[in-house]
């Protein structure tokens, strides 16, 4: 996926603590080799970006096959527990192919929305009763291939899924789900491979999913390759008191005590936590992925994200189900939801919230050279337009503010991947028509 060297000029570009105007970036080999300030008019021969250009968003928390319940589970009311239902029917319709082509479509919709890497929550591993495909990695290598075809890169969080809860078989659903033990995830895991624009890392569904005893192999194989470790945390109430029902605590000190916290480790959502939860996770450095989009449509709750932070647990973002996919809705929805909660405002900057979105959100994937605007880094950039009829007026130096505060996804220009213009003036290069894409591939697992 890496371009050969070329220059692009971008009219105002984001360096992290302030908004540059006219800066040049060299690339070569899919990097950044310079930047260049101060080039107040394009040089001859390079690629123009008008507006403001921020290094790649990362999406840190995705569910691909979620994209396909849009729509239909906004019907009506019901709770976590219903939509999980509607969750499952889609999950059985899944194959390889049908996945690939879903997942192609949602990951070039991200590349629209300017995310230049994708986490992706990896739990639907084998064939439906829980037979295994004959590449045991079949799922798994659908969605490489799918990120590929896209143009961004993934880290393929693959995802250990063994009972229904505390002490219990999975059910007919999940069985699909399910290696059987810890041991034989880890054994299918270790067969896949790292590609350019592929990492592979580990994920814990949950302490329900993931028996106490087993959870020390999960971070094990994790911790043995240095590879990122996720987690599902205390999204719900429910989970909470079923595990202190379980194991007499809760599911943040479960993991403390089985080896799961740490600075390569990111809890999602983290939403309803104890003052002893914020200590522990803050204090191992573990991290926190926020989807509030998600988190607001399944009513689970707003998450101590402030405290958390303050705490030592560094925070990123996810659109997770895919109710949108918008990482600048999920920037700013963080700090609403906080000013909601707590009748203030002001909880972060622009710059802070575009740090979780961009290098907390890569460090958070195992992309710890990706997520900012400087040499060395990967070329990897999204440009948001300043002249739409939500982001026209500020002044350009306010343009952090403005992205973060007024831009939706609808105003991204351009994305650009190892250098590579995947998303040109609004049109994805690679994929072409992506709603039709998108319908495609939603109407054939819809069954």
């Given at each position: 996926?890496?371009?050969?060297?070329?220059?692009?000029?971008?009219?105002?570009?984001?360096?992290?603590?302030?908004?540059?105007?006219g800066v040049a970036l060299d690339v070569a080999d899919g990097r950044i080799t310079a930047v260049r300030t101060g080039t107040e008019v394009p040089p001859p021969g390079v690629e123009v970006l008008r507006g403001l250009t921020i290094p790649g968003l990362a999406n840190s928390h995705s569910h691909a096959f979620h994209r396909a319940l849009r729509g239909t589970v906004q019907v009506g009311s019901g709770t976590f527990w219903t939509w999980r239902e509607t969750m499952y029917q889609v999950a059985q319709n899944l194959t390889p192919d049908t996945y690939f082509q879903l997942a192609r479509a949602v990951y070039a919709e991200m590349a629209l929305a300017g995310i230049t890497s994708v986490g992706e929550f990896h739990y639907v591993h084998h064939a439906p009763g829980g037979t295994p495909y004959a590449d045991p990695n079949a799922m798994g290598e659908a969605l490489i291939a799918a990120?590929?075809?896209?143009?961004?890169?993934?880290?393929?969080?693959?995802?250990?899924?063994?009972?229904?809860?505390?002490?219990?078989?999975?059910?007919?659903?999940?069985?699909?789900?399910?290696?059987?033990?810890?041991?034989?995830w880890a054994e299918r895991v270790s067969a896949l491979k790292e590609r350019e624009h592929a990492r592979i890392g580990a994920a814990v569904h949950s302490v329900r999913a993931v028996p106490a005893g087993q959870l020390p192999t999960v971070a094990g194989w994790a911790e043995a390759r240095h590879a990122p470790l996720h987690v599902h945390l205390s999204e719900q109430t429910a989970e909470n008191e079923a595990c202190e029902a379980a194991h007499g605590v809760t599911p943040t000190r479960l993991l403390a005590d089985h080896g799961v916290l740490g600075p390569r480790t990111t809890g999602v959502h983290n939403t309803h936590l104890t003052d002893a939860d914020i200590a522990l996770l803050g204090g191992t450095s573990t991290g926190t992925c926020m989807c509030p989009t998600t988190e607001r449509d399944l009513a689970d709750g707003?998450?101590?994200?402030?405290?958390?932070?303050?705490?030592?647990?560094?925070?990123?973002?996810?659109?997770?189900?895919?109710?949108?996919?918008?990482?600048?809705?999920?920037?700013?929805?963080?700090?609403?939801?906080?000013?909601?909660?707590?009748?203030?405002?002001?909880?972060?900057?622009?710059?802070?919230?575009?740090?979780?979105?961009?290098?907390?959100?890569?460090?958070?994937?195992?992309?710890?050279?990706?997520?900012?605007?400087?040499?060395?880094?990967?070329?990897?950039?999204?440009?948001?337009?300043?002249?739409?009829?939500?982001?026209?007026?500020?002044?350009?130096?306010?343009?952090?503010?403005?992205?973060?505060?007024?831009?939706?996804?609808?105003?991204?220009?351009?994305?650009?991947?190892?250098?590579?213009?995947?998303?040109?003036?609004?049109?994805?290069t690679l994929v072409g028509d992506v709603p039709s894409a998108l319908a495609a591939s939603i109407a054939a697992v819809r069954g």
């Open positions: 996926m890496t371009a050969q060297q070329k220059t692009y000029w971008l009219e105002h570009a984001w360096l992290g603590t302030h908004v540059e105007p990120a590929a075809e896209a143009g961004i890169r993934i880290t393929l969080l693959d995802t250990a899924y063994l009972s229904s809860g505390f002490g219990e078989p999975p059910n007919t659903h999940q069985l699909r789900f399910c290696d059987g033990t810890a041991e034989a707003i998450g101590p994200a402030v405290r958390l932070q303050r705490a030592g647990s560094p925070l990123s973002l996810g659109s997770d189900s895919h109710a949108v996919i918008d990482l600048l809705e999920e920037a700013r929805a963080m700090e609403l939801n906080e000013r909601l909660a707590s009748r203030t405002r002001g909880h972060w900057t622009a710059a802070a919230l575009l740090r979780a979105a961009t290098a907390d959100g890569h460090a958070a994937l195992g992309w710890a050279d990706a997520g900012t605007l400087e040499v060395g880094s990967l070329a990897d950039f999204t440009t948001v337009a300043l002249d739409s009829v939500r982001t026209a007026g500020p002044l350009p130096r306010l343009g952090a503010e403005t992205a973060v505060f007024a831009a939706t996804a609808a105003d991204v220009r351009h994305t650009v991947v190892a250098g590579r213009h995947v998303v040109r003036d609004g049109h994805h």
